[in-house]
């Protein structure tokens, strides 16, 4: 670990004006970047600590829900207009990490957590994402945990975040503040896949910050669910993870939001699957049209050949639980 | 609030005494190697290699010398030779015997992971930083980390212990009416317990060292320093006063303890090393990669006619590591014909070790295994099949086993976890959408009695203290024997007994473990405090009462303390006996049929482990190795990519092992008959029989519960999905 400096400033445009010059990050709850910092894989000049800011409030907005950037993932989980009107939110952030972690973790910081690949954190292995052109690790090696979906040859990492899936299945918009203003994306558009650049995770640019996310109120508080498959019951990554909501009238699907965690270098949202769903019972059969539907162009590597079965195992086993079926 | 209320202490001792050293533990109290700080301490920090193998062509280690609050680069170019490295034993000898890596006599290296210099610094983080900064050439040779792929480059090891078995006709399984053939994989599993290796050392003359350390025998470590520096014995001080588990990586003495003390002698000053986290998975041994075939006969009734066991499993290219995996096929069953082969394939990696219930737990995944495979082929319950083959004598010599009760260990396990709720047929259960199993298999474990020394003092404030060097690696030692001192003294008040340990300056005891420390010591300490008992009459002379005041008796007496110093180990009587501790376990398991995951939901586990002197240690032993049976089970796996041969998985985040959501309540059950042929306390050692036979019970439930035989190691829930 190098030598660094550490500032804490108190306005958000002190922030602004820190995070723009080379070599500086920001840092929230650090429970990422400072194991990254640790494992020589990051080592930032300068610490920009954001926790003076006033990011934490959890308030209504026009017509959903605003969380603060510094909200705590733990704080966010068990909070009550969250757990009333987004149950889901609270679920994936409940399968996330550990209690202790949570505790720690921010919303801003979990939407910018890196991948977990052995290879991007491992510096004596190659890897493209931590240094441009220097090879992909996994993509003949150990790829047990990796996409199947958007991936590219320079890199076949997934995003590892529970949260994020949540986030995307509920058309959540993210709210970022730049030294030229603010501005609005949808969550979706946040996340990137490789292509030939996986040494960018997303469309934040550098001297930009997050400062909230935002969720449209919507129909799905009754009918969600958050299925997350992984190696033991807590405190493990997904192999594959699915956000289900559904709006039921009478037995008939009106609407229909997925996504799929622990596939892609984003959270995957499967907005065909989930036309698919619309106007059709909510029912077994149903819900296998829209898995084989999510799982076109889904492509495996030497190990993970399994999540072509495993993902549409989960999509369905998640709907089954949204509809309230088992 | 008083200490009293604290240590709740009952009344009678039946349910067993509190862990005397529980307080220190849960509040910090505890003082661990890692955790000694001398003045003047400097701190040491390894650098290592990336490749797999060859030779360091050149080492830049001037940035680092240059590095902030650095004292010293220490790399195979300036390292001092030391005088007792010039004296290796011969290297093929079984692990203990050949020693482990020498560092930095050379420039070659054998595995990746392996140290190539080491800096010592002011602080660990300065250490660290200049140990990023070294830089090394290398000229790469062709590696092999990959066993598996190497199944056929095993050889039969050296040592006599593991050369092929044969009884009777071993191929008469072929002609069997029932029988069956089947390959087991275990893999690389790694210790990880929570503390780190560590230890601190320094040179208080110069020729005298004191170390802490995380050691399982203060004793061999202080021997393997003193040989590597050619001290007295006595002149090596070795402290390991609590160890945060260890679970057989602190067996033996590996090149980073004496690396420190190396450095401690260049630096003039005292060092602290403690490896990290992912050094562990190179540094301190792992329970080896191995592949196992069993086959297997039996009549149309259920009686064994011949079994073959073999082994092949990994080893380093320097060093052949050695464990009795299929040694317990020989004596587990009344089988006519067996017959068992052990190899070992070198490949580029360090030398594994010992890791919990050594052999027996990776030969009992096969061997249950493969007898609850037979029973499902012969439609017949694995239970029954078990006690049909019930061996009455040790098949193996035809001694008599000094006490064995299995068969009432079956029953008591059975009734409590329900077992008339299995279904013979598999699959046959379902429950709110999970398919529903039940799976046992058993674990044996030697239970030997070795040598120990004890000195047993009545000090003039009645205090009664009992010291020897054995180490606590969190088992409850202390606690068991205060406990057997309490016993012998006519229910001394535990508050009164103070045992003393974990110091090479005490009376010598083994390291722990094998099993065998509470027999060992526990008898050490039965026979001192006997001993001082009988001292205690004869200073009193006639008319001594059975409880004498013994401060009163000293003061009479004007003694300032009275002492006895025993050493005492097995009778002579036992070599006419075969002495195994058994366990059988139980489980229940949830398997969700269309996603993989498996979740044990009930465990019972039943020990016949003699007299258990000390209840809620013993039940702590059980519960520890259930659950790291389930992980072996289920989760652990330490994974190398073999095109680099390095771990891709080696921090606790990658390398899995259960955490409270994956455990279900363990119902523990001892059959409590004592067994007086091994120890005048009746008791035999558990420790190992807690985890042996446990990772089949999970494995045979998952077949009952879905009809699937899953015979690698871990069972994932990818795996259980695609069989
Ligand atoms: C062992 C372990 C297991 C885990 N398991 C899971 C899991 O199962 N599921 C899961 O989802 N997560 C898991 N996590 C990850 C955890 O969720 C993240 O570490 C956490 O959410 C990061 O939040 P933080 O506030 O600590 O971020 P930090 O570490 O402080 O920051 C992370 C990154 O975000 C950037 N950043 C932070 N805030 C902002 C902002 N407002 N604007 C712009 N950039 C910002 C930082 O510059 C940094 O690059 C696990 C982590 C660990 C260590």
Redesign the interface.
């Known amino acids: 670990?190098?030598?660094f400096q550490y500032i804490r400033p108190a306005t958000q445009q002190s922030v602004l004006e820190a995070i723009a010059k080379p070599g500086t990050q920001i840092i929230a709850g650090g429970s990422n970047l400072v194991d990254l910092m640790k494992h020589?894989v990051m080592s930032p000049d300068k610490l920009v600590d954001i926790n003076k800011l006033p990011l934490r409030g959890i308030t209504p907005a026009k017509s959903g829900l605003h969380i603060g950037a510094l909200a705590l993932n733990s704080q966010v989980a068990e909070d009550k207009q969250v757990k009333e009107k987004f149950p889901l939110l609270s679920m994936a952030l409940n399968a996330g990490a550990?209690a202790q972690l949570r505790n720690m973790a921010t919303v801003g910081g979990n939407m910018m957590q890196r991948t977990?690949c052995?290879?991007f954190y491992?510096t004596?292995?190659p890897c493209n994402k931590r240094i441009p052109n220097s090879g992909c690790?996994a993509l003949?090696?150990?790829n047990?945990m990796h996409a199947i979906f958007g991936a590219s040859d320079k890199c076949i990492a997934v995003y590892p975040s529970d949260m994020s899936v949540a986030l995307a299945a509920l058309d959540a918009t993210v709210l970022i503040a730049g030294r030229k203003g603010q501005r609005r994306l949808p969550f979706t558009d946040f996340h990137r896949l490789p292509g030939n650049t996986p040494e960018i995770d997303n469309n934040l640019a550098k001297d930009q910050l997050i400062l909230a996310v935002e969720i449209p109120d919507n129909n799905y508080a009754k009918h969600s669910y958050y299925l997350k498959?992984?190696?033991?019951?807590?405190?493990?990554?997904a192999?594959v993870s699915v956000a289900a909501a559904l709006d039921i009238d009478n037995g008939t699907i009106r609407g229909a939001r997925l996504a799929m965690g622990g596939v892609a270098h984003k959270p995957w949202r499967l907005t065909e699957a989930e036309k698919s769903l619309v106007g059709k019972p909510a029912n077994m059969a149903s819900f296998e049209q829209a898995a084989q539907i999510a799982m076109q162009g889904a492509k495996a590597y030497k190990d993970n050949?399994?999540k072509l079965?495993?993902g549409p195992?989960?999509i369905?086993?998640a709907l089954q639980h949204a509809a309230g079926l088992? | 609030m008083k200490e009293e209320q604290l240590l709740n202490i009952p009344g009678d001792y039946t349910d067993g005494i509190d862990r005397v050293d529980g307080r220190q533990k849960v509040t910090g109290a505890a003082k661990y190697s890692a955790e000694f700080n001398l003045p003047g301490m400097t701190y040491a920090v390894f650098a290592t290699s990336n490749i797999t193998k060859g030779s360091i062509k050149s080492i830049d280690t001037k940035a680092a010398e240059h590095a902030p609050g650095v004292l010293k680069v220490v790399t195979h170019l300036n390292a001092p030779k030391l005088p007792g490295y010039e004296t290796g034993k011969d290297p093929s000898k079984p692990a203990t015997g050949g020693g482990p890596l020498k560092l930095f006599v050379d420039n070659s290296i054998k595995f990746n992971g392996q140290p190539i210099a080491m800096v010592v610094a002011d602080s660990f983080e300065r250490a660290t930083f200049a140990a990023s900064l070294i830089k090394a050439e290398y000229t790469k040779e062709a590696h092999n980390t990959d066993t598996a792929k190497s199944l056929d480059k095993a050889a039969t090891p050296k040592g006599p212990r593991f050369s092929d078995y044969k009884r009777g006709n071993p191929d008469d399984w072929k002609t069997a009416p029932v029988n069956l053939e089947a390959e087991y994989i275990l893999p690389t599993e790694v210790h990880n317990p929570m503390e780190l290796s560590a230890i601190v050392a320094n040179w208080t003359a110069a020729d005298k060292v004191e170390v802490y350390d995380k050691t399982q025998g203060v004793k061999s470590t202080q021997n393997a320093i003193a040989q590597a520096f050619k001290l007295p014995p006595e002149n090596v001080h070795v402290t390991t006063k609590f160890v945060g588990g260890a679970f057989g990586n602190a067996l033996r003495t590996w090149p980073h303890e004496i690396a420190a003390v190396m450095a401690a002698q260049l630096v003039k000053r005292p060092v602290k090393l403690v490896l990290t986290r992912e050094q562990q998975f190179n540094s301190v041994g792992y329970r080896p990669y191995t592949w196992q075939k069993v086959s297997i006969g039996a009549t149309a009734d259920g009686k064994l006619t011949g079994i073959i066991h073999e082994a092949r499993a990994q080893t380093s290219t320097f060093e052949e590591f050695t464990e009795g995996t299929v040694n317990m096929t020989r004596f587990m069953y009344a089988c006519p014909s067996v017959g068992t082969i052990y190899k070992v394939i070198p490949v580029d990696v360090n030398t594994p070790t010992w890791m919990r219930g050594p052999g027996e737990a990776t030969g009992s995944f096969a061997l249950e295994s493969a007898i609850d495979e037979l029973a499902a082929k012969l439609n017949m319950d694995p239970i029954e099949l078990r006690v049909i083959n019930h061996a009455d004598t040790d098949p193996e010599n035809g001694k008599p086993f000094s006490s064995k009760n299995v068969k009432e260990a079956y029953q008591m396990g059975a009734d409590k976890i329900g077992w008339k709720n299995r279904k013979n047929k598999p699959g046959s259960v379902q429950e709110g959408g999970w398919l529903v199993g039940y799976g046992m298999g058993s674990g044996v474990f030697g239970a030997g009695r070795g040598r120990a020394t004890v000195r047993a003092t009545m000090q003039s404030n009645s205090t009664l203290l009992i010291q020897t060097s054995v180490t606590d690696i969190g088992v409850g030692t202390g606690t068991a024997m205060t406990q057997i001192a309490s016993e012998v003294f006519d229910n001394y008040p535990i508050k009164k007994i103070v045992f003393e340990l974990g110091d090479s300056s005490l009376p010598p005891s083994p390291t722990q473990g094998g099993s065998m420390i509470t027999s060992t010591v526990g008898g050490a300490v039965h026979d001192a405090c006997t001993a001082l008992k009988q001292k205690f009459q004869q200073v009193i002379g006639n008319g001594g009462t059975d409880k004498p005041d013994y401060a009163k008796v000293l003061k009479e007496k004007n003694l300032p303390q009275l002492d006895v110093e025993i050493t005492s180990s097995g009778s002579s009587e036992m070599r006419n006996y075969s002495a195994y501790s058994h366990s059988v376990h139980f489980v229940q398991v949830k398997v969700h049929p269309k996603t993989g995951v498996v979740k044990v939901s009930k465990v019972v586990s039943v020990a016949d482990s003699g007299h258990i002197v000390s209840p809620k240690t013993a039940r702590s032993q059980i519960v520890g190795g259930a659950i790291g049976g389930i992980g072996m089970a289920l989760m652990e796996e330490g994974v190398i990519d073999h095109r680099y041969g390095r771990y891709v998985n080696a921090d606790l985040a990658g390398y899995h092992v259960p955490v409270h959501a994956d455990i279900p309540q363990i119902d523990t059950l001892f059959v409590n008959k004592p067994d007086f042929k091994v120890n005048p306390m009746g008791a035999k050692g558990m420790g190992e029989i807690a985890i042996i036979g446990m990772a089949a019970a999970v494995a045979n439930a998952i077949y009952n519960a879905t009809g699937k035989r899953l015979r690698e190691l871990p069972i994932t829930p990818d795996k259980v999905m695609m069989a």
Do not use: H, I, N
């Not at chain 1, 498959?229 to 990554?237: I, N």
């Open positions: 670990m190098k030598q020589g550990s977990r052995p290879y491992d004596s292995m690790g003949e090696g150990f047990r498959v992984r190696d033991r019951a807590s405190y493990a990554f192999l050949a399994f079965q495993l195992a989960t369905t086993e088992v």
